[in-house]
């Protein structure tokens, strides 16, 4: 295992000169950190995925350009030697021009990962022209020539051994020499085209680093002190979590706490790499660790939230005490490569939520090609405009939970309750209006 520690700063964390000079800072307090991994400026990536898919008015592009444009030049003019930082980025701003033009034509989910890829390579020239200018021996690395993918454009695979293969000849070397910035969330194929992670690709692609390098620890820098029992901005009394274990932040990321991507646990599990979770405007204030082993496992540890859920019903009366069903509709959905959430099933009838996975905004769809192809097996209603709420715990199969959970929640209309698959969760959908109200009440019952 490498001795140096990898720290990954998220968009709010490079925000405007401010934030990144308290990124510095921390780097800076900790000679361990060696490897930074930088997300694009805040707001930028929803810009560029704006420009992505497509507008065809000029002066509509022109304006979002310039408004891009306009986050890093607020950076880049409090630099005392912008000059450099000034033409790699307007060089990068070029490509952005000619890219958007070219979806205004026809969009595709190649070139939206070309186009969405710079921000964050733009954001890494100032970022590291920044600590150089505080005396930071900071060098700036293009992570697609390590970060090598498939070709699945707006929600790439990494390929794990060339990965570590290419970390360790090219990026292990220099972070013996310097503090090394680079990208999250970007990669590349074989053929060096420019892939996507998918959105919060940014943690997920810290983790692949930190595993391939062997680091000591992952540090995630965000906008909040660490991981609550629940998003504070809908209950006021969520309570700091100072130690959780990977399986419960896994459950945690996986059903919608934003502080994490659900992937980026996986590669520090592998490799048994502690992660560490707090906030770059208030470092002191500490953070949350997450172990493979942790001395307290309570039976409620948070609530999460996740939002434009789709759910799927298919229903047919030749389900009954029939065989090969299910495998029908899941060969259709995997050959149409449409990924599953949650499933509940009856004799007659099952339901299903849709994984959203890539790059483009908003809830996940059900295309028309596989709306048709279902409806030939059964009857398909789909419906949108709904929050899954997720309780995370452990050994929740304990009796007297459920009196507990479900007491509070008489007056909600749940759906799909899903429990079982785990003892770390317990979910069901809600419509989306009453969502943060559901959570509300669940907090001040299990966590007040």
Request: aromatic residues 6%; hydrophobic residues 40%; negative net charge.
């Amino acid at each position: 295992m490498s001795a140096f520690n990898v720290a990954k700063f998220g968009g709010t964390s490079v925000a405007d000169f401010a934030a990144m000079s308290r990124c510095s800072a921390i780097i800076e307090n900790n000679p361990q950190t060696k490897l930074v991994v930088s997300s694009a400026c805040s707001g930028v990536t929803n810009l560029l995925v704006e420009l992505a898919n497509g507008i065809a008015e000029p002066e509509q592009r022109a304006q979002i350009i310039t408004q891009i444009a306009e986050i890093h030049h607020t950076i880049i003019d409090q630099l005392a030697e912008p000059t450099q930082v000034e033409k790699d980025v307007h060089a990068i701003l070029d490509v952005v021009k000619s890219c958007a033009e070219a979806a205004s034509f026809q969009s595709s989910k190649k070139l939206t990962d070309h186009l969405v890829a710079c921000g964050e390579l733009m954001s890494t020239h100032i970022l590291a022209q920044l600590m150089r200018e505080r005396g930071v021996n900071a060098v700036r690395f293009d992570i697609r020539d390590v970060l090598r993918t498939d070709d699945n454009y707006g929600k790439a695979e990494p390929q794990l051994n060339e990965i570590s293969a290419l970390a360790q000849e090219k990026l292990t070397p220099l972070c013996q020499q310097h503090v090394v910035i680079t990208q999250g969330f970007i990669g590349s194929d074989e053929q060096g085209i420019t892939t996507t992670l998918g959105r919060g690709g940014s943690d997920y692609s810290a983790a692949l680093i930190a595993e391939a390098v062997q680091a000591s620890g992952l540090e995630i820098w965000t906008d909040v002190p660490g991981i609550y029992s629940t998003d504070p901005r809908i209950a006021p009394h969520a309570k700091p979590i100072p130690e959780i274990s990977f399986s419960e932040a896994s459950e945690m990321a996986n059903f919608g706490a934003k502080i994490l991507h659900p992937s980026t646990l996986l590669p520090a599990l592998r490799d048994g790499i502690p992660v560490f979770v707090g906030s770059s405007k208030e470092p002191e204030k500490g953070g949350t660790w997450i172990r493979q082993e942790v001395e307290s496992a309570p039976q409620f540890r948070a609530l999460a939230l996740r939002s434009n859920q789709t759910m799927v019903t298919l229903h047919s009366a030749n389900m009954f005490q029939t065989y090969g069903f299910l495998a029908k509709v899941f060969e259709i959905l995997a050959k149409h490569k449409i990924s599953v959430d949650l499933i509940t099933t009856s004799e007659i009838s099952v339901s299903l939520t849709l994984d959203k996975t890539d790059t483009s905004g908003g809830s996940p769809e059900l295309p028309q090609a596989v709306k048709d192809e279902l409806q030939d097996l059964c009857t398909v209603k789909v419906e949108h405009d709904l929050s899954l709420v997720a309780l995370i715990g452990n050994q929740m199969e304990n009796r007297g939970y459920a009196k507990q959970v479900f007491g509070v929640l008489d007056n909600f209309n749940l759906r799909m309750i899903c429990y079982g698959a785990s003892d770390h969760n317990l979910c069901f959908l809600v419509d989306s209006s009453s969502a943060k109200e559901v959570i509300q009440h669940l907090h001040a019952e299990l966590f007040e």
